[in-house]
């Protein structure tokens, strides 16, 4: 069965630290790529996509994520992050072939606390 | 342009009663998916409804059902509530093939 693991479950950061969050999936055949994020009382909101092209690809507030079809990586990035970036972050893969879907397999998110 | 609408956004339902949660997605978006989001089982897919066609069910039980009407606008029902039930429910809209964008959810808890 496909599956997508998120190996940081808590990630706390000093503001103005680099961040890294791990995501990798199971599934041989070509995927659609997501990072989506939840603050705090809000809803899911799209951080950044990947479907075809450049592997290193550029989302909203300085985050980017970079596919790496060998490794079946697409981690997550952000070079100096802020307060505001305190947040649940989801990686979600769209496994594409045996029929048309936008089914989203999720993984199981990682907190983030970032300290002023 | 709105965004995906679900409603209500709180439902405090007892063991045994049904529940149907609505949702209206983004103007044009045919394609739309549900999800359960619990702190224990993460983010899991329901099914997904497009043109008013069950293209896609997730691992759940018959209990959960949903449709899908000629105006894109979805709704899913769960029959004989469990307390397990007790989760915030997403419901996401897409171009086809495209991005999912998720509405606010609907946070049920079943006593």
């Known amino acids: 069965a496909q599956s997508v693991s998120q190996h940081n479950h808590h990630v706390i950061l000093s503001e103005a630290a680099s961040l890294e969050l791990g995501c990798n999936y199971s599934y041989g055949g070509t995927v659609n790529l997501f990072w989506y994020v939840q603050y705090p009382g809000q809803h899911l909101q799209l951080l950044l996509k990947?479907?075809?092209?450049?592997?290193l690809v550029k989302g909203i507030k300085g985050f980017e994520a970079e596919f790496i079809k060998s490794k079946f990586s697409f981690n997550l990035r952000k070079p100096s992050v802020q307060w505001s970036d305190t947040a649940e972050y989801f990686c979600a893969v769209n496994a594409l072939g045996g029929g048309a879907t936008n089914k989203l397999i999720f993984g199981t998110g990682t907190l983030l606390a970032v300290q002023p | 342009k709105a965004g995906v609408t679900q409603t209500p956004r709180y439902l405090i339902k007892t063991r045994g009663q049904q529940v149907t949660l609505s949702c209206s997605p983004i103007s044009g978006h045919r394609s739309v998916s549900w999800y359960q989001q619990t702190p224990g089982q993460g983010l899991q897919f329901l099914f997904e409804y497009f043109s008013e066609t069950q293209r896609n069910k997730g691992n759940f039980p018959g209990r959960f059902s949903g449709r899908q009407f000629s105006n894109s606008r979805s709704e899913m029902n769960v029959s004989t509530l469990e307390l397990g039930d007790s989760a915030l429910y997403l419901c996401?809209?897409?171009?086809?093939?495209?991005?999912?964008?998720f509405g606010p959810g609907t946070r049920l808890t079943v006593l």
């Open positions: 990947y479907f075809s092209g450049d592997p």
């Open positions: 996401a809209s897409s171009l086809d093939p495209g991005t999912q964008y």
